[in-house]
């Protein structure tokens, strides 16, 4: 089945424990992209990637880290969290930024922050 | 900076109705719109997918459309049930950038 996989789905932790929310997709997806959700302020992108090696910054990307080695996976990480930080997240991908093909988005991690 | 804005935030309608929602746009170079319904506290789920070359698209008992001069789509929901009471999201990938732009969703409640 064609899905994009986040873990874990909830997480809480304590403020300043490194953390990393990983993402995968299983359909030869080159773009990737991470948002996270914020009750009155809507869905807002963090950083994506258009493919390998490729990354760059969204609209709110202070405090957040990605790589993307492997074309599958996306990972988001925390070096230091905060509770500004609480959240809901979600990962997305499409064949490609533009193409004719929409966006698939992963179940959603729910971090809280301590 | 592109925006994507949803009115109304909120509709509350008794079941069996027709309703429209509505999303507008500040850009009209859009590679394409889609639309997608979230319940409460989950993820993210795709109805409908529009192209730029495109005016409509449906899906059972949903219809949106899209006029890209004026910067605009809505979603059509006929015969309303109360399965569809959720939040709905449009989203718009501009031509310009390389960002997927969210509206801040309209919350629907259908009453039974």
């Known amino acids: 089945e064609a899905q994009v996989t986040q873990n874990p789905r909830y997480l809480i932790t304590v403020t300043g424990k490194k953390l990393t929310v990983t993402c995968s997709q299983n359909m030869n997806h080159e773009y990737m992209s991470w948002y996270r959700q914020d009750p009155g302020l809507g869905l807002r992108q963090i950083y994506y990637s258009m493919n390998v090696e490729v990354t760059d910054k969204g609209d709110v990307p202070e405090g957040y880290k990605v790589s993307r080695k492997e074309k599958r996976n996306f990972p988001l990480i925390l070096e230091s969290p905060s509770p500004n930080q609480t959240s809901l997240y979600f990962c997305?991908?499409?064949?490609?930024?533009?193409?004719?093909?929409?966006?698939?988005f992963g179940s959603g991690t729910r971090l809280t922050v301590v | 900076k592109q925006e994507v804005t949803q009115i109304p935030a909120a509709l509350s309608v008794p079941e069996g109705e027709n309703l429209v929602l509505n999303c507008s746009f500040t850009?009209?170079?859009?590679?394409?719109l889609q639309w997608f319904r979230q319940d409460p506290g989950k993820g993210l789920t795709s109805l409908l997918l529009?192209?730029?070359?495109?005016r409509e698209q449906t899906s059972g008992r949903l219809n949106a459309s899209l006029d890209k001069s004026s910067g605009r789509s809505t979603l059509y929901i006929a015969a309303s049930q109360p399965g569809d009471s959720a939040t709905y999201l449009c989203?718009?990938?501009?031509?310009?950038?390389?960002?997927?732009?969210f509206g801040t969703g309209t919350s629907l409640t259908v009453i039974p």
């Open positions: 529009i192209q730029s070359s495109q």
């Open positions: 989203a718009v990938s501009f031509v310009s950038g390389n960002q997927f732009y």
């Open positions: 997305a991908s499409s064949l490609r930024q533009g193409a004719y093909y929409g966006y698939t």
């Open positions: 850009d009209s170079a859009i590679y394409n």
